[in-house]
């Protein structure tokens, strides 16, 4: 019945390793995004899809990339982790073709830690 | 220049007390929603309510009432008879017409703490 659902739940890694964190959304919505949230809360977008297609990219380092292979799912990979890069990945969906209108609603969130 | 500004970083009340949590936002768009969020210690961000540039009305739903002011330009939460359960961090956000993609721009967050 999860909404929004995001795998895995917390993830721990070494620097320099690659990897993955998948979202699906089981609401019919067309848009989905990525955010990240730092150690003191802060909230930044960084990527947003709608059905399939890439709408937003902020200034994010080209080691991550989205992969949209459907518009339920938009799974955000990582190459080379930096110790910069633990944070907490939430992934977000919204209702049509991501206007300004629209509420965005978020997943659980994926806590990585990168030692 | 921060968009969104909420300059209450950690608000700590008894239970019973109303707690009121500013947000200020700064756009150059005269359509834009405006949302708030809640951040429960679990994690997971909750969606409040959200307001069209366009509704100045205040909005009262159960404990909780907004109040925004486009001529201060505020977006105010006001939490009524705290309970233990609002303990959370809460986020208010912005969404401007003329922004590509439908890009949330959020204030720092408040930290609320309801003691018993």
């Known amino acids: 019945d999860t909404a929004v659902s995001q795998t895995p739940k917390y993830l721990v890694t070494q620097m320099g390793n690659d990897k993955s964190i998948k979202c699906e959304q089981n609401?019919?919505?067309?848009?989905m995004y990525w955010y990240k949230q730092d150690s003191k809360k802060f909230l930044k977008i960084m990527f947003s899809y709608n059905n399939k297609e890439l709408i937003i990219n902020e200034t994010v380092p080209n080691r991550f990339s989205p992969k949209s292979p459907d518009k339920a799912h938009l799974n955000l990979h990582i190459n080379s982790l930096e110790l910069g890069d633990s944070a907490v990945y939430f992934c977000?969906?919204?209702?049509?073709?991501?206007?300004?209108?629209?509420?965005?609603?978020f997943g659980p969130g994926t806590r990585l830690t990168v030692l | 220049a921060q968009k969104v500004t909420q300059a209450q970083t950690e608000i700590s009340v008894v239970e019973k007390e109303d707690v009121t949590l500013d947000c200020v936002y700064e756009?150059?768009?005269?359509?834009?929603?405006l949302f708030w969020y809640k951040q429960p210690p679990s994690g997971e961000l909750v969606f409040l309510i959200r307001r069209n540039s366009f509704d100045e009305q205040n909005e009262i739903s159960g404990r909780y009432s907004w109040n925004f002011q486009k001529s201060t330009s505020s977006f105010n939460f006001t939490i009524t008879a705290s309970q233990v359960v609002d303990s959370a961090v809460y986020f208010c956000?912005?969404?401007?017409?003329?922004?590509?993609?439908?890009?949330?721009?959020f204030g720092g967050g408040t930290r609320v703490l309801v003691k018993p």
């Open positions: 756009t150059r768009d005269t359509t834009y929603y």
């Open positions: 977000a969906s919204s209702p049509s073709g991501g206007t300004y209108t629209d509420t965005q609603y």
């Open positions: 609401l019919g919505h067309d848009t």
């Open positions: 956000a912005l969404s401007e017409a003329r922004a590509a993609g439908n890009k949330l721009t």
